[in-house]
């Protein structure tokens, strides 16, 4: 099944509904949307350049033109390549040049010269700006029926944010993204025409793929006038709107809450706020929680699996009576429907519930492979079993807690130290507003714990304060040996935080 058969289906039976919007201007019905993406997706086949199966760059910020080139190319038996639009031309040009891509679109505001780079990727066909005649030319094409494609077809090429290395390109098949958006509906939402997504994180990342169980049943999609995230504009676009979900990073929820604006949030406007792709620490969630209250569900994946690994549900979070609440609320919940989980120790074998090893994963939603890498894809899939490189515990009910990537644990003296241990507890300090939590060479430990922080505006607190803080709630050899204070906290497109960079600042302070 072609996934552009979710948006065919649908515009057939509520061509009338509100497909796109960008804030309050309606771009298009379910109807006009559909018959653009059928005029597009001829446009596209037709090109010279392009055969079935080729790739197609959108290196776009979040607008209507998005939504019509995702699905035309799936209408037309193409594969979508999502690139941030913040990255470098140069990290473009090493996306565009792996995957082969023979069109890339970009925003019109994006700047995207490859002439310091050596010219464009040899495959590259075209450069075209989403606001120019090319582009309408090829929306003027007559329709292409929808092209036939075999479940395993590659459909969404997702590149990693690559922050230890140059990205890989997770392949993602039409079965995959099928299999993700049916188990929206297992563990997450109904969808109908009265629903509304707010589009605020790039569409490029898991924000994009969201839209397709929307779609597939009628939700309507927004776009904010920023094509990004304001705190203000989302407030002002929760109360234009009703059954509102969005999906944010921890670092997009805490924006809102502790931004003015949110007093006068419509929080009865607010049907799910999906968060994810980050810690949330326990006291931030409980303060978000009170301005999103029934709405928060947590969802934990990766690019590899994407958004479907484990989920703490929106009963879960408002489940204060239950004598594990706060543990819950610290994991990321149990294996979606259809996900098998495990924990295991280096040699593949389980590990009983309060056992900390890796935490692998199997089903349908599990990519096929990182394109043309099979060394990585082999390191990666094991009997299908993806490597998440992420550490964590079973509890006794299936609940899974991370504790943090195996590449961030810290071994001082032999013993492993969890990084995150230590920053919920720094974050209980009411003067700080971020904290990382790293570990730096040692002579005759290996490795020490050393923070970074950022304090709120017009607050202090002093080295003493924060090791008494430590040792009144953790191991006293778990107390960082150094604290370091930052404007704020390097991060990297999708707002995580960038630790490899941390490291690389301490390392140049050792020589």
Excluded at 75 to 103: D, M, Q, S, T, Y
Excluded at 181 to 202: F, G
Excluded at 234 to 261: C, E, K, W
Excluded at 431 to 448: I, K, M, N, P
Aim: one cysteine or more; charged letters at 20%.
């Amino acid at each position: 099944m072609n996934t552009a058969g979710f948006l065919a289906a649908t515009a057939r039976s509520f061509g009338e509904a509100r497909a796109v919007s960008v804030g309050d201007r309606l771009i298009h019905t379910y109807a006009q949307l559909h018959e653009r993406v059928a005029r597009l997706a001829g446009g596209l086949r037709r090109h010279p350049a392009v055969a079935a199966g080729d790739r197609i760059a959108l290196v776009m910020k979040n607008s209507a033109p998005y939504f019509e080139l995702m699905w035309a190319a799936w209408h037309a038996g193409l594969c979508v390549v999502p690139v941030n639009a913040k990255l470098h031309p140069r990290e473009v040009a090493f996306i565009l040049e792996n995957c082969g891509a023979r069109l890339c679109f970009v925003s019109p505001d994006l700047g995207m010269d490859f002439t310091a780079m050596g010219g464009q990727p040899p495959a590259l066909a075209a450069l075209i700006s989403v606001d120019d005649d090319a582009y309408r030319a090829l929306c003027r094409a007559d329709p292409l029926p929808m092209q036939a494609v075999a479940e395993h077809d590659p459909a969404w090429l997702f590149y990693t944010s690559g922050t230890t290395g140059r990205p890989k390109g997770a392949t993602l098949t039409h079965r995959n993204l099928r299999a993700m958006a049916l188990r929206y509906y297992a563990d997450i939402d109904s969808v109908s025409t009265e629903d509304t997504m707010l589009h605020a994180a790039p569409l490029s990342h898991g924000g994009g793929l969201y839209s397709l169980p929307q779609i597939a049943r009628g939700g309507h999609q927004v776009v904010p006038e920023s094509q990004g995230f304001d705190p203000s504009e989302m407030v002002d676009l929760i109360g234009r709107y009703r059954q509102v979900s969005f999906f944010g990073a921890p670092t997009i929820v805490m924006r809102i809450v502790n931004h003015p604006s949110a007093a006068r949030l419509r929080a009865e406007h607010m049907k799910t706020l999906f968060y994810g792709g980050a810690p949330m620490y326990l006291e931030d969630l409980r303060r978000a929680m009170t301005v999103f209250p029934g709405s928060l569900l947590q969802i934990y994946g990766q690019g590899e699996t994407p958004n479907t690994i484990t989920s703490v549900s929106k009963a879960m979070h408002s489940d204060s009576a239950h004598p594990r609440h706060a543990e819950r609320l610290s994991s990321v919940g149990i294996a979606r429907t259809g996900v098998q989980v495990r924990v295991v120790d280096p040699d593949d074998r389980d590990l009983p519930p309060g056992e900390i090893g890796e935490v692998i994963c199997r089903s349908e939603v599990t990519m096929a492979g990182y394109w043309n890498n099979p060394q990585a894809s082999e390191a990666a899939l094991r009997d299908g079993w993806l490597r998440t490189g992420d550490l964590g515990s079973f509890d006794a009910d299936g609940f899974l807690t991370l504790k943090d990537r195996a590449k961030d644990l810290i071994i001082s003296g032999g013993t492993n130290i969890y990084p995150r241990e230590v920053e919920e507890v720094l974050l209980l300090h009411p003067a700080l507003a971020e904290v990382s939590v790293v570990g730096r060479h040692h002579a005759d430990w290996g490795e020490e714990v050393v923070a970074f922080l950022v304090e709120r505006p017009g607050q202090r607190v002093s080295d003493a304060e924060l090791d008494a803080l430590v040792v009144a709630h953790i191991a006293r050899f778990k107390r960082p040996k150094a604290y370091f204070r930052l404007e704020a906290l390097p991060k990297n497109n999708y707002g995580k935080v960038l630790k490899t960079e941390l490291r690389a600042r301490l390392a140049g302070a050792q020589r």
